[in-house]
Every structure is written in C-alpha cells, then in structure tokens.
C-alpha cells in the first residue's frame, strides 16, 4: 500500500455566495481513480490552507485541479477568481514534481487560455472522469496520451472534448460535513446535458445537447448515503433544469416518497408544464423552493433568446406553486439582445404581478465563445478581434440608456423580494452571510417571501 501512486485532487473554488458550492466534480474523478488503485487525496482551497506543507509532505504524482468559474458573472463587481487559480498551480509546481492537469468548467470554456496562461502540464476540456484513469497512467509512464478525448495540449492538437456520460462517484465524508456546517448544500445530478438554446448558456457545451439520465433510485441512493453517513437533510439538484424530462422527474420524487426519507430539496426549474399535482408531490418528497430560470417576461424577447417556453407557460407555473403552496423564485436577466426599456418594463410588471415571488435580477449577460451571444456581439461591435473573454466581457443592449437602467435597478433593489446587482444585494448577501454564521443552512431566498 505503500507504494500505491499518490494523485492530488484539487479545487480552487472560495465563491461562498449566495452558499458555499460543494466540489462535486472532485467526486466523479476521484471513484475512477480509486477503483484504479490509485491513492487520492482533496484540498479544497475553501477548506484547507498551507497548499505548499500539503504537496512537499503528500508529495503527489499527479495533481488535477479543478477550477470551477472563471469569475462571479456580476457586471457591477466583477470579481475574477482565475489568478487565483493560477496561483494554486504555482505552488503546486514549485513544490513538487508532481504533473498538474487543469479541468472543470472554466476550464472546458477556455482551455487553450487557461492553459497557456498557467503552468500546468495538460487539461481535459469537458468530462474527465472517463479519461483520467489513462491519462494518469500515461503520465505515469511517460507516455504520450496525445488521442485522449478532451485533452488539451500546449501545441493546440486537441481532439474533441471529452463527452459526458453516466457515471459512479465517490464523496470524501469530512468535504461533505464541512460544507453542510458551511451553510452549503451538497449537489446531486439527476442528468447531464441541455437540448434547449438559451443565447447565453454554456450547459449545452460543457454536458452536450442531449440528457444523459441517471437512474432515479440511484440518485436518491445518493441522498440517503448522503443523510445517514453526514445527517445531511437538503440538497440541490444540480441539473440545468429538474422538470425538463417529466417522468424522471415524478420518478426520483416518488422514491423520495417511497423510502420517507426526511430532507428536503429545491433545484432549477423550467417554467413549462409545472402542474398543480407535480408539485403536490415534489412537495411531498422535500421539496421546499422552485428556481425558475425566467430571464425575460417579454414574449417578444422569450423567442429571441430561445428560452424554450412562452408567457403563458410562465403565468400557469407561477399560479401553480401559489396554488400548491410551493415557495418560488425566478431569475431575470436586464439588457439582452433586443432589450428595450419597454420590454424591461413589460418584464418587470409581468414579475411584479407574480404573487409572492422573490425576483433574482443580474444587468447584462456574460459572453461565453461558441455561444449564440457570442456572434451577436462580434456582429453588434461589442467584441472585437483580440479581445480576451478570461477578462470578462458583458453584453448590455445598445437600445438602454445606462443612466436610466442603473436608477430603475436602484428603485426595484429597494423592495424586499427583489435581489438587484449593486448595493442593495451586497446588503441582502451580508445579512444572509450573517444568518449562515448563526448555523442557517441551504438557500435563504425564502426569508424575502412577500407577506
């Protein structure tokens, strides 16, 4: 045992708003590797200190770091979280000779950046945990893993990204409790993928344009593995969106059900064919908040931004959750192609109108390349050639008077349900912050619930 071969397991994420994210990613590599044989050991930057004892003590073969978001998608305070990152292979390499292969979805959005901005040897762009048992064992060998599916080179001779595909996982029991004492809430992966176009989205490019599904009864495995072996009791379903295959998702509800287990649960939504009677019995199961993924509430809007749903669909989820008594909460984007201050405004009355609904409101949408936001802003003029998108760009319509859109931001953000990009946010975020270090766990969004 001795002298099994010792792989790092690393993730650079410190985000802890609007809750601290569990590295789900560490666990799909790390079941691979283990079944291989092969030693792992995590430090998660959000955890654990001294990155430099760690690596000259452990003294790693090989370190896969994985680096999550490339920056806090905020165009009023914008953070970037990659010098960060690239500090963390710094260490690594100057403390060991361990090889250092970057991956994660940053990274899968800009692999030859990242790459040839760090110092690390490789990456994977896409899934890994299909690849990395032989990439490990080409770096071991000393052989060229050059056909890998997703990796990514220095010299630019990349295959295709690796795809996604079903897979086991391994959770490390101390990572878990610390997020869940963290305030954080442990991910669970119902499906891999997204066929839908929103303009903006990348989940299309980094899990492919079809669901993956995983099998109900093994997910909700998980969640009980989960609550007995940490007393975990909430989850998120990690899905782009947990409705969007109905049956999977009366499914995993109806064996939550079955086995009584007591947690509870809230995900992503499409605001599409959400009826009374299912969210009767997601409620049953645990679940305790639908997110609704709305951008827009403007019909005209709703088709060019491909959101996949119409008003009307909008209207029937909203009065569904007040009809079955279920909290909601949508998210808004101000300022896509095509935004007018009568289509803002047009959104803004549609959301308003919503009972009860607490309202997610972010200014611009990030550009991400290989999107459809993409070629509308090289078109626009809003990207030239030779912009860099690691220093990130945001797409605000040309059609909105700034002045103008910054005070109707400034006016919404002071009502209670409305969380707005700019002060009045940071306020809501550091009360939050303060509920969570008094013990307050999962999502708080319901604390704003209009009365």
């Not at 839908?196 to 993956?212: A, D, H, N, Q």
């Not at 005209?300 to 007040?322: E, N, P, S, Y």
Request: charged letters at 25%.
């Amino acid at each position: 045992m001795a002298n099994r071969r010792r792989i790092l397991l690393v993730s650079v994420n410190t985000e802890k708003q609007p809750y601290p994210v569990y590295p789900l990613a560490l666990d799909y590599l790390r079941a691979p590797l283990q079944q291989a044989g092969y030693e792992t050991r995590t430090w998660d930057a959000r955890r654990d200190t001294n990155l430099a004892v760690v690596v000259r003590d452990y003294r790693p073969d090989v370190a896969l770091v994985s680096i999550r978001n490339a920056d806090n998608n905020d165009v009023v305070n914008t953070t970037n979280y990659l010098p960060a990152a690239l500090a963390v292979v710094e260490t690594i390499k100057d403390h060991s000779a361990a090889n250092v292969v970057l991956g994660g979805s940053a990274f899968s959005l800009f692999p030859d950046e990242i790459l040839n901005a760090s110092r690390a040897d490789y990456g994977v762009a896409g899934a890994g945990e299909h690849v990395v048992v032989p990439l490990v064992e080409h770096l071991l060998a000393g052989t060229d893993p050059r056909n890998l599916p997703g990796l990514v080179r220095r010299d630019g001779s990349n295959p295709p990204a690796s795809p996604p595909a079903t897979a086991v996982l391994a959770r490390e029991p101390e990572l878990v409790r610390f997020y869940w004492e963290q305030g954080g809430i442990p991910g669970v992966q119902l499906k891999r993928g997204c066929p839908f176009e929103c303009v903006y989205c990348t989940y299309p490019l980094l899990e492919g344009r079809k669901f993956l599904q995983k099998d109900a009864v093994a997910a909700v495995d998980e969640i009980q593995q989960f609550h007995e072996a940490a007393g975990v009791d909430q989850f998120f379903i990690v899905d782009s969106l947990f409705n969007a295959v109905p049956a999977l998702a009366r499914a995993f509800a109806t064996e939550l059900c079955r086995r009584k287990l007591p947690v509870r649960w809230s995900g992503y939504f499409m605001p599409k064919n959400v009826t009374r009677d299912d969210l009767l019995l997601w409620k049953e199961s645990g679940l305790d908040g639908v997110e609704f993924g709305m951008d827009t509430l403007c019909p005209v809007l709703l088709d060019a931004w491909g959101k996949g749903f119409t008003l009307t669909d909008a209207r029937q989820a909203t009065q569904a959750c007040i009809e079955a008594g279920m909290p909601y909460s949508m998210y808004l984007i101000f300022g896509g192609p095509g935004e007018t201050h009568e289509t803002l405004e047009q959104t803004i009355a549609e959301a308003q109108a919503c009972p009860k609904a607490v309202v997610f409101t972010f200014l611009g949408m990030r550009i991400y390349p290989r999107t459809r936001l993409y070629d509308i802003a090289r078109q626009e003029g809003v990207l030239r050639d030779g912009d860099n998108l690691l220093e990130p760009k945001f797409y605000i319509s040309h059609l909105l008077d700034r002045d103008r859109l910054t005070a109707r931001c400034a006016e919404l953000g002071r009502q209670l349900n409305w969380l707005v990009v700019g002060p009045s946010l940071e306020k809501k975020s550091r009360a939050a912050a303060r509920l969570r270090d008094h013990g307050r766990k999962g999502a708080l969004w319901q604390e704003l619930i209009p009365q």
